[in-house]
Nanobody, 125 residues
Framework: QAQLAESGGGLVQAGGSLRLSCAAS????????MGWFRQAPGKEREILAA????????YYTDSVKGRFTISRDNARNTVYLQMNSLKPEDTAVYYC??????????????????WGQGTQVTVSS
């Protein structure tokens, strides 16, 4: 398993931006597809975006397409989530996760074997 640590969360006004970072260690970073998830109170954890090991492929869930961008810097063992045009409904704890497998990404949290501790994002109206 990889060890993952998120950072960059905080309080932002609606329409604002945040960039989340996730630093990874303990596994060859390029062998891992990485995903960003979030979980709001009383809701299930949902996938937002995923990126393949080399970074050539990405996936976005419909609710964040055009607003969020996932990227990775393999030299720094870090994956990012740039979040623009934030809405109050984006308020949640955000998690990064890692997986190795085929297909390269999974929509379900069960498809990932390593998780960070989460970072809180709060969007005020």
């Amino acid at each position: 398993q990889a060890q993952l640590a998120e950072s960059g969360g905080g309080l932002v006004q609606a329409g604002g931006s945040l960039r989340l970072s996730c630093a990874a260690s303990g596994r060859t970073f390029t062998s891992c597809a990485m995903g960003w998830f979030r979980q709001a109170p009383g809701k299930e954890r949902e996938i937002l975006a995923a990126i393949s090991g080399i970074g050539g492929s990405t996936y976005y869930t419909d609710s964040v397409k055009g607003r969020f961008t996932i990227s990775r810097d393999n030299a720094r063992n870090t994956v990012y989530l740039q979040m623009n045009s934030l809405k109050p409904e984006d308020t949640a704890v955000y998690y990064c996760a890692a997986r190795i497998g085929i297909p390269w990404y999974a929509k379900s949290p069960a498809g990932y074997d390593s998780w960070g501790q989460g970072t809180q994002v709060t969007v005020s109206s």
